[in-house]
């Protein structure tokens, strides 16, 4: 008996590991698609743009996990129902529920994955994302070439030429982070080293935006540090960069305050549905009445409920960001939805 569980166990994890590799590529290429321009106006190599847009798959990962799992679990029954394999089980002493206990032991195991990846894997996944692409729109690394060098928070920099060895001439700087007045810098020659730009034979123009008043200042060697400069514009954390006790932090943003209780209770109630899909795939797969003829039916009947579910649980996922009520509606909708499915398939165990 436990040799056709370990049997039945194996060929789903099987299935699940390819189905979920191929599910996360495609998704992969979608959300890259969105950053392309990102690759081609910065000087990042294919590598780091791979490793960047990498860090989106962890959610795309930890949402295409349930929906791999159950349609991984209702091929392989469907297989064993078309080779008569199930006639097999039965036996050898498999009822319905037997069969089901090897999925449940997997769905368990993905269900704490999934939390693990929700709690943890998630917000550190975020973060680096957020960090690398400051980092890269920002142009914090200095370019090998001319043109707009730098730019960020108001402060603007363009050069004519590069010489090599991050060695600019001719650079002229656009400062307007002071609304009152606004600097201009020309230099004949300048370099970015450590983030830090050092100009030399210059002059400083400072245009007063309240009056008439100019002034006109030459310098030998002016530097800026574009860390720092940076440093002002960079955003505070965002919710999906959260773990789940900061989530639960209140802000001085009611809004935000809402999101984040919203996306705490997402990831709470999300994992769940680990064992409400493959509970789907069982009870369409291999509890519905079989017809050989009309057995094609069932795979596109398991699919169009998969994505109602879904759909509907992200939709009050989303709606409880503006409305609280939403998350015990989607608690309740999780919970009930997966007591009914266990008791229908207790119910035609026990009718058969």
Known sequence: MRSLFNVIFFRILRTTFYATISLAFCAWVVQSSRYMEILSASSISLAKFIEFTSYLSVDLLLIILPISFAMSTAFVFYRFNESNQLIAFKAAGMTPLRLLVPVMQMAFILTTCIYFGNMYVSPMAWTTFRAMEFSI?????????????????????????YKGNFLFENIYIIDRRNVEKTHCYYAKSGTIKNNILLLTDGEQI??????????????????????????????????????????????????????????????????????????????????????RKSSYVRMPALVSAIVFVQGTFFWMANASAQNPIFIAFNYAFVVFLMIALLLLIIFYVRRT
Do not use: C
Request: hydrophobic share 40%.
């Open 137 to 161: 729109k920002n142009n914090v690394d200095p370019p090998e070439k001319a043109g707009s060098i730098f730019s960020g928070n108001g402060f603007h920099v363009y050069a004519q030429q």
């Open 206 to 291: 400072e245009i007063d935006q309240m009056g008439d008043r100019h002034s006109i200042v030459k310098f030998k060697s002016y530097q800026h540090n574009l860390r720092d400069l940076l440093a002002n514009e960079k955003k505070s954390s965002q919710a999906n960069e959260k773990f789940m006790d900061e989530l639960l932090h209140d802000t001085n943003d009611d809004t935000q305050n809402k999101l984040q209780r919203a996306l705490f209770h997402q990831k709470i109630a999300s994992p769940l549905l680990a064992i409400i899909f493959p509970l789907l795939s069982f009870l369409f797969v291999l509890l519905a009445p079989y017809k």
